[in-house]
């Protein structure tokens, strides 16, 4: 058994470094991380990955954790030399960031046109495939700053500069940028039970109407983004601050194939096609395949975590969603207690139930595709009856989905029920 002793110096804005039961990349995380700063014991050493027995600071007992991330250390040997320090690790390797845009592969020309409308985590994933050994991917993700997720503290070369550089170059979060398109987007607070997107215009001053929408089922949390982006862009009056939430389930469905990325210069070995899917995984609010008991379980646990985000201030409260996501807001809206509206977008029929136990005082706008074979126009229809909602049935041309058509119509019905 090896003598020697290591000490953390890496996961510093994680809390630590992240903890394995066992040698693989895909064996169980331990729930607490080795605290930065913590020296262990080197029980075996296979590559990266070290087999450790707690010595001193905060973290499990033992367990396997990853020396290095790719060019940053996480951890360094001790043996009776100083330690190397953080400020010493970044000085090893000082990269000309010129040389990196033109060496890497990477350039926002690949990012069709730019990221204006488009979620951090999707350019993220763009950027995880051209830069980020595959095997490296999974755990990738827990290294990525909250920071990073902000634009108005990150732009998109930063967030370029900090995969090529596999998270050696982190840009400082204390900068004030303009967002892509005027709208800004950063991640809601962890002190809310559900996680959740914030979006909202750079301009905002006083918020006075929070808009809280719930996706759909066996899609990416972040798939109302552009809907979000949307009803900030050019809004009449900069006080309206979007809220995406994220189902609390992950899905079985499995995510499409990966599309090829070629980057040129630094060509990434995709050849190992064993390892484990490092995408993030589809969300749902319960699984479709769930029983009838276990489903309204769900159904209720998740209406009263989003309303628990929606009366997390005193502003005015428009509840909405899609699909399934719809059928939350609907079971969520009773326990909201600044409840100004609902925008249901293609309900599911049997939410009518749900729908006959808000105040029909509650100004709603409910969409229906007419061509749409998951929530039938003649189902929503009897969720729109149930409502007793004074305005109109929105049909719009089109199946399962969200159309500028009922985008247009949300922003209308924002402004009226915002003043």
């Not at 149930?386 to 719009?396: H, I, M, N, Q, S």
């Amino acid at each position: 058994m090896s003598s020697r002793t290591w000490k953390v110096i890496g996961g510093g804005d994680k809390g630590g470094v992240l903890v394995r039961q066992g040698k693989a990349l895909t064996s169980e995380q331990l729930p607490e991380r080795l605290g930065t700063g913590a020296v262990v014991k080197e029980l075996k050493l296979e590559g990266d990955r070290l087999h450790f027995e707690l010595d001193s600071g905060s973290g499990p007992s033992s367990g396997w954790v990853s020396t290095r991330l790719k060019d940053k250390e996480l951890l360094v040997v001790l043996d009776g030399e100083k330690p190397a320090g953080k400020e010493d690790v970044l000085k090893k390797k000082s990269w000309d960031v010129k040389f990196l845009f033109s060496g890497c592969g990477a350039n926002l020309r690949a990012l069709d046109g730019g990221t204006e409308g488009a979620s951090r985590e999707q350019l993220f994933e763009f950027l995880m495939k051209q830069h980020v050994s595959p095997e490296l991917r999974r755990d990738f993700w827990e290294e990525i700053p909250d920071h990073m997720y902000d634009t108005s503290k990150t732009d998109e070369t930063d967030c370029i500069t900090f995969f090529q550089t596999v998270g050696h170059l982190c840009p400082a979060d204390s900068k004030r940028l303009s967002s892509p398109g005027g709208v800004r987007q950063y991640l809601a607070s962890k002190e809310l039970p559900l996680r959740g997107i914030v979006v909202e215009p750079d301009s905002i001053k006083e918020v006075k109407l929070l808009v809280v929408l719930c996706h759909g089922i066996e899609v990416l949390g972040h798939d109302l983004y552009s809907v979000a982006h949307q009803l900030c862009l050019r809004a009449p009056s900069p006080s309206r601050r979007v809220l995406l939430l994220e189902a609390p389930h992950e899905s079985a469905q499995p995510r499409e194939e990966e599309e090829e990325v070629k980057a040129a210069g630094m060509p990434i070995d995709e050849s190992n096609t064993d390892l484990p899917e490092w995408r993030k995984p589809l969300r749902e609010w319960w699984s479709r395949n769930a029983k009838e008991k276990e489903a309204e379980k769900c159904l209720s646990e998740a209406a009263e975590a989003v309303a628990k985000c929606c009366n997390a201030g005193d502003t005015k409260v428009v509840l909405g969603g899609f699909s399934q996501g719809a059928a939350v807001a609907l079971a969520a809206a009773p326990r909201v207690k600044n409840l100004a509206g609902l925008v249901l977008m293609s309900p599911p029929g049997f939410a009518a139930h749900l729908a006959s136990k808000v105040a029909p005082t509650i100004p709603a706008l409910v969409a229906a595709g007419s061509k749409d074979p998951i929530a039938p126009r003649d189902q929503v229809e009897g969720v729109h009856k149930a409502l007793g909602a004074a305005d109109p049935l929105l049909v719009f041309e089109g199946g399962h989905e969200v159309t500028m058509t009922v985008l247009d119509a949300a922003k209308a019905f924002l402004a009226k029920v915002g003043q």
